[in-house]
């Protein structure tokens, strides 16, 4: 794993994309606060596959402890099936 400013990622996209692809971890900071990781690609994983056909995003922030502790929201199934022909009326 190696960490690098933005401008050092800037300046040195190639070399730190090569890295990535040979397997190493990249760590960007920006004024000494970290912003991203840089990972191999793992064609192998359901969820890189997923990540790569855009189907999926990883998620911006971890949940809070008391996520799950929170009641679901009571929706009528009316509401559901309304919402899942939308979305697949809009393919």
Do not use: C, H
Request: aromatic share 6%; glycine share 4%.
């Amino acid at each position: 794993m190696q960490t690098v400013t933005v401008g050092e990622l800037q300046n040195n996209l190639s070399l730190y994309l090569k890295k990535a692809k040979d397997g190493d971890e990249i760590i960007v900071e920006e004024n000494n606060v970290v912003i991203a990781r840089i990972l191999p690609f793992d064609e192998n994983t359901e969820e890189e596959i997923l990540i790569s056909q855009g189907f999926m995003t990883l998620p911006k922030r971890e949940l809070p402890e008391d996520f799950w502790d929170e009641d679901a929201p009571e929706v009528p199934l009316e509401k559901i099936v309304e919402a899942i022909r939308t979305e697949r009326d809009e393919d």
